[in-house]
T-cell receptor, first 114, second 114 residues
Framework: DQQVKQNSPSLSVQEGRISILNCDYT??????FLWYKKYPAEGPTFLIS?????DKNEDGRFTVFLNKSAKHLSLHIVPSQPGDSAVYFC?????????????FGKGMKLTVNP | DTGVSQDPRHKITKRGQNVTFRCDPI?????LYWYRQTLGQGPEFLTY????????KSRLLSDRFSAERPKGSFSTLEIQRTEQGDSAMYLC????????????FGEGSWLTVV
C-alpha cells in the first residue's frame, strides 16, 4: 500500500509565481518528513525537512507546511524559477520505530515556464 | 566536501549475468543506504548499514541481492543472475550519526538488463 501519496503527477507554473506541491501520508507513526528534488539521470537532492513537532519550516524560497491532523504536508516555492523544473519527491520516516527507512511518494513533475 | 560517489553510472548486462555496484559515501558518514528506483516510482529502500554492520534489509532484497560494507567505508551491491525486472536506478545514500534523518544521495547507477 502507498503510505506516502503525491496525487498530482505534474504541475506547471509561471516564473515568479508560487508553486505548491502536496503530499499525503497514511502512517501515523511518521514523524519526520523530507522533500527531494530530482533531475533526469541524477540522484535526488535534499531540499528541506520538517519534524512533526513543528508545523512550518522555511529555507530561502522553500517552505514546508505540516498538518498532522490531516496527515498532509506541502512544499511552497516562492518565487518559482525555471531551474526549479524537476521531479519533486516527498518522503517520510518514523524516528521512533527503529527503522532507518524513508518511504517516498511517486513524485510530481514541476515545470516552471519563463 | 565530496558527495556520495557511485560506480559505474551505467551498466548494460545480459539476463543471467552478475553485476556489482560500488558506493563511496561522504567522508565521515557512518550510515549508508541502498535504494532502488524504477520509472514512475519513488526510491524504494533496500538495505542500511551502520559502519560495517548491515542492520536492516527490505523484503525487496531477494536472495539474489547481496550488499556488503567490509571496512565501514565503501559498500558494494551485487545482483546475481540478473532478471529484466532488476532494470532500475540503484541509489546509494549516506549520513552521520546524530545528524537527523536526512540522507544524501549519490547520482545513482543505472542498470539495464537485456
Amino acid at each position: 500500500d502507498q503510505q506516502v501519496k503525491q496525487n498530482s503527477p505534474s504541475l506547471s507554473v509561471q516564473e515568479g509565481r508560487i508553486s505548491i506541491l502536496n503530499c499525503d501520508y497514511t502512517n501515523s507513526m511518521f514523524d519526520y518528513f523530507l522533500w527531494y528534488k530530482k533531475y533526469p539521470a541524477e540522484g535526488p537532492t535534499f531540499l528541506i525537512s520538517i519534524s512533526s513537532i513543528k508545523d512550518k519550516n522555511e529555507d530561502g524560497r522553500f517552505t514546508v507546511f505540516l498538518n498532522k491532523s490531516a496527515k498532509h504536508l506541502s512544499l511552497h516555492i516562492v518565487p518559482s524559477q525555471p531551474g526549479d523544473s524537476a521531479v519533486y519527491f516527498c518522503a517520510a520516516s518514523s524516528t521512533q520505530g527503529g527503522s532507518e527507512k524513508l518511504v517516498f511518494g511517486k513524485g510530481m513533475k514541476l515545470t516552471v515556464n519563463p | 566536501d565530496t558527495g556520495v560517489s557511485q560506480d559505474p553510472r551505467h551498466k548494460i548486462t545480459k539476463r543471467g549475468q552478475n553485476v556489482t555496484f560500488r558506493c563511496d559515501p561522504i567522508s565521515e558518514h557512518n550510515r549508508l543506504y541502498w535504494y532502488r528506483q524504477t520509472l514512475g516510482q519513488g526510491p524504494e529502500f533496500l538495505t542500511y548499514f551502520q559502519n560495517e554492520a548491515q542492520l536492516e534489509k527490505s523484503r525487496l532484497l531477494s536472495d539474489r541481492f547481496s550488499a556488503e560494507r567490509p571496512k565501514g567505508s565503501f559498500s558494494t551491491l551485487e545482483i546475481q543472475r540478473t532478471e529484466q525486472g532488476d532494470s532500475a536506478m540503484y541509489l546509494c545514500a549516506s549520513r552521520r550519526d546524530r545528524a537527523g534523518n536526512t540522507i544524501y544521495f549519490g547520482e545513482g547507477s543505472w542498470l539495464t538488463v537485456v
